[in-house]
């Protein structure tokens, strides 16, 4: 084989989100003379950023001082919060809003048309962004550092021969890589694991969210409403809720979240997505309107307990990455700029990521994670407690003397003689989409059928035995796109993978019981293709 082809900086940031072009923007505004590249998986800057999203405009105004001027695609100004109760189908009770949920101030946007819109600003400064390149592994030198990036080779049949369009990945080597990939990152993954960063740290945790991006008839919509529920369709012992942020141009984003600690095997949270739009307060909102763009994504809920050294040899975390979710705002991205700003400035000032984790934990942005560290642990006893507890640390600014534990995800899903599933009375959908494989329609997701499965389970034997046994195969419920099926063929009762339909939302990594489910990044490029989400 062919020696590769190598491309140097002095910095290589992995991830075109909100983290890394902030960081490329603040550093090459402090050091304009230094090469830093920024590289993405997805084939376009956006496409495979989705969040709710309400922002603080804070860290952006201070990044780019005149951004209002020539705002993002899609940035409308809150005008309203709303919080409800569901108490079933056909009720609900409006309710205060919690502290950490007021946004006067803050702004909807499209977390993908945000991202698309800095990327050419971080290019004005001389970043070099790179979409497509999926950085496959990291570079680790003689002395044990990492020493940057490769990209995944493409035209890879799914035998592992070289199709006529083969070309082998490049190594972007640079003294620092900065880690920007979001929640769940496989490189993040492999690098915590390598170095041991998550030592002394509780497990991390994480919810699913679900999106939908709706088209309704003229005249319905409410700009700048926010309106965030907890309660039905989901039982008391499961942590979630939903939200509603109503866009300009009568068009409103629908979405779910459901923290992945949920006990019963036979849940799905795609299912209590869907339910929740039939909810007699969400129905007539949708009715007659039409689905523009949907996906899902795992998103970080540790916080600070499950905070992971920050730095390693060569490396440092930032983002989402290194887990900065605000799970009671139910926001990141401030947390995700400000964090890579501050790495920025650390970075000009000292030349490396020795240093980082100090200066990160010493910070703002941190300090923020600590003050709510109680509250999403606390809904572990389920909603009464959770909502008791959160008013307790509300009250008290997070100056309680104990500090609850996170739990594996995992390690909570129940086995299924052990766990008798709530009654759900869920009824037959009258709103699009119909099953998930029309959920990954809308989410445009592609990968070339040919090529390697990027979804590696360890020993398959576990799914059609002791999975079926223990669990009911909860990968196929779990997955809100389909890639799991479980088949009985002539050749057998078998898992069948269908990593064509996969929306890189990282679920199977978290939640498969057995942790044999490794997600790899697949041929650059290859994925969903979200609009405005």
């Given at each position: 084989m062919s020696e590769r082809d190598v491309m140097e900086y002095d910095v290589v940031t992995v991830g075109a989100g909100p983290a890394g072009l902030a960081f490329a923007i603040r550093l090459k505004q402090l050091k304009p003379d230094l090469r830093v590249c920024v590289i993405e998986k997805a084939s376009t800057v956006g496409a495979q950023i989705l969040s709710g999203a309400v922002i603080e405009p804070e860290p952006l105004n201070a990044l780019l001082p005149e951004w209002?001027?020539?705002?993002?695609?899609?940035?409308?100004?809150?005008?309203?919060?709303?919080?409800?109760?569901?108490?079933?189908?056909?009720?609900?009770?409006?309710?205060?809003?919690?502290?950490?949920?007021?946004?006067?101030?803050?702004?909807?946007?499209?977390l993908g048309a945000l991202c698309a819109w800095l990327a050419p600003r971080a290019e004005a400064l001389g970043v070099e962004i790179y979409p497509g390149f999926a950085a496959a592994e990291a570079l680790i030198d003689d002395r044990g550092a990492v020493a940057g990036v490769r990209i995944g080779d493409m035209g890879v049949a799914r035998d592992g021969r070289h199709k006529s369009g083969y070309v082998q990945g490049i190594d972007i080597k640079a003294p620092l890589t900065v880690?920007?990939?979001?929640?769940?990152?496989?490189?993040?993954?492999?690098?915590?694991?390598?170095?041991?960063?998550?030592?002394?740290?509780?497990?991390?945790?994480?919810?699913?969210?679900?999106?939908?991006?709706?088209?309704?008839p003229a005249g319905r919509g409410e700009t700048g409403k926010v309106m965030h529920?907890?309660?039905?369709?989901?039982?008391?012992?499961?942590?979630?809720?939903?939200?509603?942020?109503?866009?300009?141009?009568?068009?409103?984003?629908?979405?779910?979240?459901?923290?992945?600690?949920?006990?019963?095997p036979l849940f799905s949270p795609w299912e209590a997505f869907q339910q929740f739009k039939r909810h007699a307060r969400v129905q007539p909102l949708l009715e007659g309107g039409q689905i523009l763009s949907a996906g899902a994504r795992a998103l970080v809920e540790g916080g600070w307990q499950s905070l992971p050294k920050v730095e390693m040899p060569g490396a440092l975390l930032i983002g989402d990455a290194a887990g900065l979710l605000n799970v009671?705002?139910?926001?990141?991205?401030?947390?995700?700029?400000?964090?890579?700003?501050?790495?920025?400035?650390?970075?000009?000032?000292?030349?490396?990521?020795?240093?980082?984790?100090?200066?990160?934990?010493?910070?703002?942005?941190?300090?923020?994670?600590?003050?709510?560290?109680?509250?999403?642990?606390?809904?572990?006893?389920?909603?009464?407690?959770?909502?008791?507890n959160a008013g307790w640390e509300t009250v008290s600014a997070g100056l309680s003397p104990w500090t609850l534990r996170n739990h594996a995800d995992h390690d909570q899903l129940a086995r299924v003689d052990a766990q008798q599933?709530?009654?759900?009375?869920?009824?037959?959908?009258?709103?699009?989409?119909?099953?998930?494989?029309?959920?990954?329609?809308?989410?445009?997701?592609?990968?070339?059928?040919?090529?390697?499965?990027?979804?590696?389970?360890?020993?398959?034997?576990i799914?059609?035995?002791?999975?079926?046994?223990?669990?009911?195969?909860?990968?196929?419920?779990?997955?809100?796109?389909?890639?799991?099926?479980?088949?009985?063929?002539?050749?057998g009762k078998r898992l069948q993978i269908n990593a064509a339909n996969c929306v890189h939302c990282k679920t199977c990594d978290i939640k498969d019981p057995y942790q044999i489910i490794n997600w790899v990044t697949p041929e650059g490029g290859s994925g969903p293709n979200y609009q405005n989400l």
């Open positions: 209002g001027r020539t705002p993002p695609p899609v940035c409308v100004p809150v005008t309203k919060d709303e919080f409800w109760w569901l108490r079933g189908p056909d009720k609900a009770l409006k309710m205060p809003t919690p502290p950490q949920m007021h946004n006067h101030g803050n702004f909807i946007v499209s880690l920007g990939e979001g929640c769940r990152g496989s490189l993040s993954k492999q690098l915590i694991a390598r170095y041991g960063l998550d030592r002394g740290a509780d497990p991390q945790t994480y919810g699913i969210g679900l999106k939908e991006l709706w088209q309704l529920t907890l309660g039905w369709p989901l039982d008391p012992a499961t942590y979630g809720g939903s939200f509603l942020y109503h866009l300009d141009g009568d068009r409103v984003a629908v979405g779910f979240v459901v923290g992945l600690d949920y006990r019963d009671p705002k139910i926001k990141g991205t401030h947390q995700a700029m400000r964090s890579a700003m501050l790495a920025a400035e650390h970075v000009a000032e000292r030349g490396g990521s020795e240093g980082w984790d100090a200066r990160l934990r010493a910070s703002t942005v941190v300090a923020e994670l600590r003050r709510v560290r109680n509250i999403r642990p606390g809904f572990n006893k389920g909603l009464w407690l959770g909502l008791a599933s709530p009654r759900r009375d869920w009824s037959e959908r009258t709103l699009p989409p119909r099953d998930r494989l029309a959920g990954v329609y809308f989410a445009a997701t592609e990968h070339d059928e040919d090529q390697p499965v990027h979804l590696h389970v360890a020993d398959t034997g799914c059609v035995g002791r999975c079926a046994t223990e669990y009911a195969n909860p990968c196929t419920r779990f997955c809100p796109a389909g890639v799991y099926e479980m088949v009985n063929d002539a050749a």
